[in-house]
Every structure is written in C-alpha cells, then in structure tokens.
C-alpha cells in the first residue's frame, strides 16, 4: 500500500447534502487514475430498466469490496447462495471497488441487490432507486460504530494525538472510514487537511487495518463489525492494532433493493432472510458472518448519519478539504 499524500486532482467533493445525497467524503489515492472528483450537488435521473427480472434470470447481487476482493467474495458467497437456492433463482455476486460504482449500478438497473454502506443508505435511497430491505443483527444489536484505531505500540491514545500524523480512509462514501473522522474534526473546527500530515485512501476496511498493524499510517477509522470479526478470528493484522475512540451506534449497513424488483419478490426475500436464523443451514451460515439475524430496518436508526452530514455542511468545512490551508 503506497503511503502517497493526497493530491491537488483527487479532492472533497461538495459537503452538502442536495435532493438526499450523501456527502462525498473522498481523501483518494493520487496514483489511480479511474477516480475523479464527483458533484454531489447534481442529481442521478434513474430510469425504469426495460425489463423485469424473469423467472429464469439470476438476482445480480453487488457488494463493495471494503474487505478485500478475496475476502468479500468468502464473506458473501454462502449467503447468497442460500438466498439463490431458497428463492429459486441463482445469485451472482457482482464485486466493486466503491460504493458509488454500486449506487451507479441500481440507477443504471443493473443490479437487483447490494449490500451498501450506512451512509449512502441514509442519504441516497430516492435518488439511485433502492430501499432497504433488511438489516443484520451483530452481537445482539442491528447497530455499528466507527473505530478510531492505531497500532498496539504506538503512545496514541486520542484523536488529538494523531495531529500532524499520516490517516488513512476507506471508501468515498463510507460512513465510518470517512464521514465520522471529517465529523469528529468538524466538531473541534478542523478538517482531514489542516489536522493530519498525509491521507490515505485504502478502499478497503482489511487494509486500513493492514496499514495501521504495518506501521504505514499512524492511525485509520474502521467499520467496527469488521474490527470485531478480524479480531475474534484473531486475524494477525487486527490483533496489532488498537480502539482508541468509538462512534455512536448507527443503524448496520443493510441490504437494499432496486425498487423495480417485483414486490412479490421483495417480500418472499423479506421472509427467508428474517427466519434465516431459525434454519439449521441458515444459522449456520449467519454464525460465520457473526451475524445472529436480519430485522427490518428502521429509518430512525440512520438518522445520527444525517445529522452528521447536515453539523458538517454547517460547520462551514471547505468543500475541498483534502487542500492544505
């Protein structure tokens, strides 16, 4: 993982939140050419796909890699098969690099599922045409928060400590591995750019942690439930890295749908994965993914993630706050 400072053509996009978009919290690599910045102020026109999904289509299910591709597809696989099989349609696991490839794919209707982000959840539902359709319930609660860690070693033990010191961030618009850190410096009238020396972009929860446990950067927010699940397998990498801050609970990263999904569909897939836990195969399955059950998901749980986008927008954060002052 290169250790390469942000440069001046991969910046912040707008900080506001326009016709329900997140905020594009983007701290990018300089080195990847296939990103550029994006203007969240403009709206996405989605468009009703030509086609329904027929009996014998698969379901074309997307997640983004925010562990690593490898991983996701080991996380995933079993799930979606039993979902595939339960349902009777084959399910076919369409892999991305960031969560706004994701949102592109539902507006162009060329996914029917995904496993999305808290933040663009909260925020874009309206506007690239998907809704939720269930969330996971990990360690009894249908909660997550974002972990500020460091490596084991290291003397950090704030936030204030990482001041001067090389950050890494996840995704463009992840909730937390970018939207709580910006929040957090909002609230003492900082941001990413003034406050730490260089910012990384990992596109991944696993390497961030990786960076951290390596030494590469002093310090990186992470999706707690992925913390917790390298740290109870003891995954090396996790086991060298420390919490020294936690984020209030927000409502778990759900599964959504495309709204052009048939509603018989959308609810037979309601109830397989709110039983999953009570079949023996399906436990099983949930047990590996650390995952005691799926609920409905409740729009009040998602609610901390747009007060947070709407302090930042008032907190007057420079639209551009990858740019040193």
Not at 23 to 32: A, E, F, N, R, T
Not at 35 to 54: C, G, H, I, M, R
Request: hydrophobic share 40%; with cysteine.
């Amino acid at each position: 993982m290169k250790r390469n400072q942000i440069s001046a053509a991969y910046r912040l996009s707008s900080l506001s939140l326009s016709t329900g978009l997140i905020i594009v919290l983007l701290l990018s690599c300089s080195g990847d050419p296939g990103y550029k910045p994006v203007d969240f102020s403009n709206t996405v026109s989605v468009a009703q796909p030509e086609t329904q999904l027929s009996e014998n289509a698969g379901l074309r299910v997307a997640v983004a890699a925010m562990i690593s591709p490898k991983e996701t597809f080991v996380y995933y696989r079993q799930l979606l098969d039993y979902v595939g099989e339960k349902l009777g349609y084959s399910a076919q696991l369409i892999q991305r690099k960031t969560y706004g490839e994701i949102n592109e794919l539902f507006s162009k209707g060329q996914i029917e599922l995904a496993f999305i982000c808290t933040g663009p959840y909260a925020s874009g539902r309206e506007v690239y045409g998907f809704e939720g359709i269930a969330t996971p319930v990990v360690r009894g609660q249908p909660f997550y928060q974002s972990y500020l860690i460091v490596n084991k070693n290291s003397p950090y033990e704030k936030l204030v400590d990482l001041r001067g010191r090389n950050f890494a961030f996840t995704d463009p618009e992840s909730n937390t591995g970018l939207l709580v850190p910006v929040y957090w410096l909002a609230q003492i009238g900082e941001s990413p750019a003034s406050f730490f020396k260089t910012l990384n972009f990992t596109f991944s929860h696993d390497n961030s942690i990786l960076a951290v446990a390596k030494g590469l950067v002093d310090g990186a927010t992470v999706d707690g439930h992925k913390w917790e699940y390298y740290s109870h397998r003891s995954q090396t990498h996790a086991t060298m890295t420390r919490v020294i801050k936690k984020s209030e609970p927000f409502g778990s990263p759900p599964l959504v749908a495309s709204v052009y999904l048939p509603e018989e569909l959308k609810a037979r897939l309601r109830e397989l994965l709110f039983a999953m836990h009570e079949d023996p195969a399906g436990e099983r399955i949930l047990k590996e993914l650390m995952i005691d059950r799926f609920v409905a998901p409740r729009e009040e749980w998602y609610e901390p993630v747009r007060r947070m986008v709407e302090f930042v927008q008032n907190a007057g954060v420079s639209k551009h706050v990858a740019e040193k002052p």
